[in-house]
Nanobody, 125 residues
Framework: QMQVVESGGGLVQAGDSLRLSCAAS????????MGWFRQAPGKEREFVAS????????YYADSVKGRFTITRDNAKNTVYLQMNSLEPEDTAVYYC??????????????????WGQGTQVTVSS
């Protein structure tokens, strides 16, 4: 069993930066890839970024590539999403998720079996 808790959301202006944190409990954290997804009002949940269990590999949606950076600290059971040059289109609830140990897709939400409650990010123009 794992628990995943996001923090760090808020209201910012376009061009600002924000860092989200995701604290996870459970002994399997360092064995799991972790991902960030987001859901804007009226839209489906979409993949944002993911990081391999070791932190050595990262993957990004095209819409955030070059602006967002995902990292993890396995000693602290924490994943981070550094978001720079934020745009109003980035406004959404951001979710952190832990991928099932035996699954391999980084951008498919159904491959992730533990999810946080989400943190709201609002970017004003």
């Amino acid at each position: 069993q794992m628990q995943v808790v996001e923090s760090g959301g808020g209201l910012v202006q376009a061009g600002d930066s924000l860092r989200l944190s995701c604290a996870a409990s459970g002994r399997t954290f360092s064995s799991r890839a972790m991902g960030w997804f987001r859901q804007a009002p009226g839209k489906e949940r979409e993949f944002v970024a993911s990081v391999s269990s070791s932190g050595g590999s990262t993957y990004y949606a095209d819409s955030v590539k070059g602006r967002f950076t995902i990292t993890r600290d396995n000693a602290k059971n924490t994943v981070y999403l550094q978001m720079n040059s934020l745009e109003p289109e980035d406004t959404a609830v951001y979710y952190c998720a832990a991928r099932h140990i035996f699954y391999t897709n980084y951008d498919r939400a159904s491959d992730y079996d533990y999810w946080g409650q989400g943190t709201q990010v609002t970017v004003s123009s």
